[in-house]
């Protein structure tokens, strides 16, 4: 282990996590994102996180208004279905970090979610208290096709949620090798 330097950075941010749905020890991304952010408030000299575990999809929004009713600096959300009211608390309060774990800004014009994945807005400009992590799943499916190619799998299937998701994600292998995406 490393002792701090000296002239480390120091902060006193008040920070939360909202997982979402299931147990705070779950061994995926609610224990992982609340661990990162436990060692992030150490680094920075910040007290340990708190977090809420809602019990189901409906709680996501008002858990996040708990932390910000009570003035935390940062508030991490957890899972890509925490992603609107993520994006509705990021613009509705701009002087609150919002790091959403597993989410992107797909934004319109005026900075609402955009379900039609057109993502017409910047959020750069629009949400600058927004920031997004993604695991880039595009990368392990280019990895599982040649690893299935070079074990002569005869037929390999990929299952996406949903239409509009299928074109997000070949959309992103588009801007990597610039070819078309079939519509």
């Known amino acids: 282990s490393v002792a701090p330097s000296p002239t480390a950075v120091q902060a006193n941010l008040k920070i939360g996590v909202v997982t979402d749905i299931g147990t705070l020890n779950d061994k995926g991304y609610n224990e992982y994102t609340f661990k990162g952010a436990v060692d992030g408030a150490a680094a920075i000299g910040s007290a340990a996180p708190q977090s809420i575990v809602p019990k189901d999809a409906s709680?996501?929004?008002?858990?996040?208004?708990?932390?910000?009713?009570?003035?935390?600096d940062?508030?991490?959300t957890v899972g890509f279905n925490l992603t609107t009211d993520t994006l509705n608390a990021a613009k509705a309060n701009p002087d609150v970090w919002f790091i959403g774990v597993d989410?992107?800004?797909?934004?319109?014009?005026?900075?609402?979610?955009?379900?039609?994945?057109?993502?017409?807005?910047?959020?750069?400009?629009?949400?600058p208290n927004f920031v997004g992590l993604q695991y880039q799943e595009d990368?392990?499916?280019?990895?599982?096709?040649?690893?299935?190619?070079?074990?002569?799998?005869a037929v390999v299937?990929?299952?996406?949620?949903?239409?509009?998701r299928e074109r997000q994600l070949l959309a992103r292998y588009r801007a990597v090798?610039?070819?078309p995406v079939p519509e």
């Open 74 to 76: 940062i508030i991490v």
């Open 59 to 72: 709680e996501y929004a008002a858990d996040i208004k708990q932390f910000v009713d009570q003035k935390y």
């Open 139 to 153: 990368q392990a499916g280019y990895l599982a096709g040649i690893v299935a190619v070079l074990l002569g799998a």
């Open 177 to 179: 090798d610039a070819t």
């Open 157 to 164: 299937a990929f299952f996406f949620p949903t239409a509009a």
């Open 103 to 127: 989410q992107s800004a797909c934004i319109d014009a005026y900075a609402a979610s955009d379900s039609t994945f057109t993502c017409a807005g910047d959020p750069r400009q629009l949400l």
